[in-house]
Nanobody, 127 residues
Framework: QVQLVESGGGLVQAGGSLRLSCAAS????????MAWFRQAPGKGREFVAA????????FYEDSVKGRFTISRGSAKNTVHLQMHVLKLDDTAIYYC????????????????????WGQGTQVTVSS
């Protein structure tokens, strides 16, 4: 059983930075495609960024391009999301997700493209 645990959320002023981390524990012998989603109050879960298991290529939701960077940590199946120039609209619960196997990018942008989820970490951006 693989579990995902997020950390690093918090309160930050608009324009500031935060770094989220996600670590997989349990039977993690294989490398996973890992992603971040977020969910603001009253809204659906939205794709933020992902990093592929085969070549570590990355892709992002348009509104975070140039501001957020997803990267793998030194430990296997850990991933970070470095967030800069945070905006009020970035306020949400951020969820880490993971999955294995070849999938087209459009599917990896959907929550249904992932079988493993963390509990989420709150990010609040204040004015």
């Amino acid at each position: 059983q693989v579990q995902l645990v997020e950390s690093g959320g918090g309160l930050v002023q608009a324009g500031g930075s935060l770094r989220l981390s996600c670590a997989a524990s349990g039977r993690t012998n294989h490398k996973y495609t890992m992603a971040w989603f977020r969910q603001a109050p009253g809204k659906g879960r939205e794709f933020v960024a992902a990093i592929n298991e085969d070549d570590d290529s990355t892709f992002y939701e348009d509104s975070v391009k140039g501001r957020f960077t997803i990267s793998r940590g030194s430990a296997k199946n850990t991933v970070h999301l470095q967030m800069h120039v945070l905006k009020l609209d970035d306020t949400a619960i951020y969820y880490c997700a993971a999955d294995r196997g070849a999938r087209v990018e459009w599917l990896r942008r959907l929550p249904s493209g992932y079988g493993l989820w963390g509990q989420g970490t709150q990010v609040t951006v204040s004015s």
